[in-house]
């Protein structure tokens, strides 16, 4: 988890990097082919070991060619404002709807 920092549901940007340091939010594919996006917390030769800022331990060790990208951007909190564009959203429809059924009426 990177809580608090990256709450989970958070809208992130990532972009290829030539090099990568630590302290770098990153995400990668696990070897169980699963994207996961923690920050760099050592390298040591080839080895990045990333972890999880609220995560006890770290994760197993990858390599460079595991990493998808570097979080150049991030939007906390997006699973908040989402119901709030699907009432938006249907509230829209719901007017054009009505709309429609007011020009039969007329």
Not at 74 to 82: E, G, S
């Amino acid at each position: 988890s990177m809580e608090p920092n990256l709450p989970e549901g958070s809208f992130i940007v990532i972009r290829e990097a030539a090099d990568y340091e630590v302290g770098d939010i990153i995400t990668y594919t696990s070897k169980q082919n699963v994207s996961i996006t923690h920050r760099i917390n050592e390298i040591e030769g080839d080895q990045i070991i990333p972890k999880g800022d609220a995560n006890n331990t770290s994760d197993p060790s990858i390599t460079k060619d595991q990493i998808v990208g570097k979080v150049v951007f991030a939007f906390p909190l997006t699973y908040m404002f989402l119901p709030l564009v699907g009432v938006a959203f249907y509230c829209l429809l719901s007017c054009i709807f009505m709309k429609d059924e007011e020009k039969i009426d007329a």
